[in-house]
């Protein structure tokens, strides 16, 4: 055998595989560069994990498949595995991690890890052919150099999902595990921004509120951000997740107080327009889009307690029905994957492919928005390296 493990794919999961094993590793990669989605994460600053991190926060066909290698491997292992290579790191909100510097350092980070435990690295290099033999796999890889052909023992597939393909994503996961008859669930863009075909939101492009945004039974409260195109902003993304063609989205964005607030303006200032009062809770650019909706004429002593308490009924049932999301273009993850069914939940390998692994966004398991997709591909690299018994 030229090399033990074979990984495709130098994203998040299979660097941090790849830093863990001992014997001979090769990482393949097609794209100039390896890390490039952790370059671009969280602003430039890699939002690498969740201090909330669970299983809960995760979907998938089986709800319990993350558990095994979440626990086995928590936010809090890496990191400590942060802090020991001296990355600078704080929490911004809901327990989201960023790096103070640069998403570099965590790239460089993994480079070193590899690095020391002698993997090799081959970027601009395709794998146009992968099949089973006696003993393990036979690949053929195509590059810089042309053709050439290799032997290995065991294959970890680490190329992610179909999310951003301007980044090099693919549906290459899917395509070897339907080669080894391994079963793939229906795939779909997730934390993606909705859009409306009749611009309905463009003169309001810009404007950002506090918001709990449902869809499907769930609901998410964080910013949400009116576009040209439609919906977008944390709690949209979220949200995105869950929604399905058709179906409708409920926005709630009823300030705290705004009842009792204008019930107490309307004894002394009464005579004021009720959408200049109502600009005192909600952006006035945003206001004037509701007037039609709500008919916010008249002066606040015009309205009745009745008539607001409608009014707060509304803002607080908002529901709008999206014509579609912005799809993979967009789209910071793959929802759906490798069918969990056809993996061992303790070591992610293929139960029917003896020496071939799935991990990271390739599977069935995606994360909320906010560095848990990141984890799962920490946890679910673990998990396989440690199952070839040669993780540090």
Known sequence: MEFDTVIIGAGAAGMMCAGHLSGRTLV??????????????????????????????FLSQNPHFAKSALARYTQWDF??????????????TLGQLFCDSSAKAIIAMLRKMMQQRGAELLLATSV?????????????????????????????????????????????????????GIPVTETRPALVPFTFPDGRFAEISGVAVPARVSAGGTAFEEAL????????????LQASSYWREGAPVTLDILPADMVSALKAQRQTAGRRNLTTELARHLPARLVDHLAARFDLTGNLADWSDKRLQDLADGLRDWQVTPGGTEGYRTAEVTLGGVDTDALDARTMAARDVPGLYFIGEAVDVTGWLGGYNFQWAWSSAMAAARAMGTAG
């Open 225 to 236: 951000l009116f576009t040209h195109r439609g919906l977008s902003g944390p709690a949209v």
């Open 79 to 92: 990191v400590e595995l942060v802090d020991a290579h001296g990355i600078a790191w704080h929490e911004k």
């Open 28 to 57: 393949v990669d097609h794209a100039k560069a390896p890390g490039e989605k952790i370059r671009i994460s969280g602003g430039g600053r890699c939002n690498f994990t969740n201090m909330y991190c669970t299983a809960e926060a």
């Open 128 to 180: 146009t052919s992968l099949g089973r033999t006696a003993d393990g796999f036979s690949l053929v890889l195509s590059g810089p150099e042309g053709e050439k052909t290799l032997r290995c023992a065991r294959v970890v597939i680490a190329t992610g999902g179909k999310s951003i393909p301007k980044m090099g994503a693919s549906g290459y996961a899917y395509e070897i595990a339907q080669q080894f």
